[in-house]
Structure formats: structure tokens, C-alpha cells
Antibody, heavy 117, light 109 residues
């Protein structure tokens, strides 16, 4: 059974960079695409982007100017970097697997990131 | 961009009732619609993929149908453990983009 676990700071200051890592167990990041999705408190879900083990990535156009993703096959994890954060970036951040192009089948439990000084 | 309109935003039904949620897309998305269940404090769980494929281990009271622009998610007999928020999600491949519906909160009457 594939399991995903997000990790990273729970508090980020405005204008700084949010950095999260998703560690995959029970499977390899060298297969499939891997995605980040976020959910502001009490609101709906927003896709942030996905990355392939080759390093090829696609991002949500609304966040593209601030987002970078990377993958480390030796550590079996992938990462999210979101620059110049504001309070609007406060959300639970989920990582997920994309087994085919169209859906997310395994998810991490999510991690709350609060942007505040 | 393709937009997804999900309705209703909330509903209240009795145990055993049939519950239906719809998602309408602004463009033809063939069958690239998936349905998720999210319970409070938990990650979403994939229930239905590609409009109508029931994921392994998901009870058969859950079903999905539709194509092109109109999609339906049904719980044939609502159970207490089905209390959750349900989301549709569409995929567009040019360029790759995933969009979720606004969510439907299902409660027991």
C-alpha cells in the first residue's frame, strides 16, 4: 500500500518561501506523476501542480510564477516551493499520486501551513 | 479555462434516501471526471474515477454517470458513515489542469 507523508514548517512569514516535502513509502517516485493540492481552512480544493520523476512539471497557471517542484529519486520524495507567500496561502497542503493523467488515488494526511508574522 | 459547477452546495437527507449530486462543465471533457469523499480533518478519498468506475473497496451504493458536460454522483441508500463533503474533479489535458467543484456537504436529517 502506497503511503505519502507531508513534512515541513507549519508557520511561514509573509514574503518568505513555503517549503514542503512529501515522502513516499510502499512505492517509488520513479513511477507515476506526483502532485500537490491545497485547501484553505473551510474552503475547497485547489490543484497546485505535478511533477514526474524526470523532473518535468506542470503548474496551475494561477500559481505558476511562484511555484517550483522537485523530485529526489534517491530519497524517494518530492518537494514543493512556493515563494512570496501571503495570508492567502494559508492552507492544508496535501501531496497525492497521479496514477494516470486524470485523478489522484493516494493522498497524504495533509499539513497545515499558516502564513503569519 | 474549463469551469466546474457543482450542486447543491449542501443537502440534508434521511438514512436510506437516494442522494444525487451533479457537476456541470463549461466544455466537453469526455469522461475526465472523478469523485471524492472528504471527512472532517481527513484527506479526500477517491470513490469514482473516469465518471463511472468504482474504486476497489468502495461500497456499491456509490455510483457515477455522465459524459461530455454533465455528470452525476449518486448514493443509492444514504448511510450514517456517508456524512462528508463530496467533490467532483475534472481534468483537462491541454494544458494539464485539474479543477475541483465547490463541494457538497451531505448531512443526515
Amino acid at each position: 500500500q502506497v503511503q505519502l507523508q507531508e513534512s515541513g514548517p507549519g508557520l511561514v512569514k509573509p514574503s518568505e518561501t513555503l517549503s514542503l516535502t512529501c515522502t513516499v513509502s510502499g512505492g517509488s517516485v520513479s513511477s507515476y506523476y506526483w502532485s500537490w493540492i491545497r485547501q484553505p481552512p473551510g474552503k475547497g480544493l485547489e490543484w497546485i501542480g505535478y511533477i514526474y520523476h524526470s523532473g518535468s512539471a506542470n503548474y496551475n497557471p494561477s500559481l505558476k510564477s511562484r511555484v517550483t517542484m522537485s523530485v529526489d529519486t534517491s530519497e524517494n520524495h518530492f518537494s514543493l516551493y512556493l515563494t512570496s507567500v501571503t495570508a492567502a496561502d494559508t492552507a492544508v497542503y496535501f501531496c497525492a499520486r497521479v496514477p494516470r493523467s486524470s485523478y489522484f488515488d493516494f493522498w497524504g494526511q495533509g499539513t497545515l501551513v499558516t502564513v503569519s508574522s | 479555462d474549463i469551469q466546474m459547477t457543482q450542486s447543491p452546495s449542501s443537502l440534508s437527507a434521511s438514512v436510506g434516501d437516494r442522494v444525487t449530486i451533479t457537476c456541470q462543465a463549461t466544455q466537453d471533457i469526455t469522461n475526465y471526471v472523478n469523485w471524492y469523499q472528504q471527512k472532517p480533518g481527513k484527506a479526500p478519498k477517491l470513490l469514482i474515477s473516469d465518471a463511472s468506475n468504482l474504486e476497489a473497496g468502495v461500497p456499491s451504493r456509490f455510483s457515477g454517470s455522465g459524459s461530455a458536460t454533465h455528470f452525476t454522483f449518486t448514493i443509492s441508500s444514504l448511510q450514517p458513515e456517508d456524512i462528508a463533503t463530496y467533490y467532483c474533479q475534472q481534468y483537462d489535458n491541454l494544458p494539464p489542469m485539474y479543477t475541483f467543484g465547490q463541494g457538497t456537504k451531505v448531512e443526515i436529517k
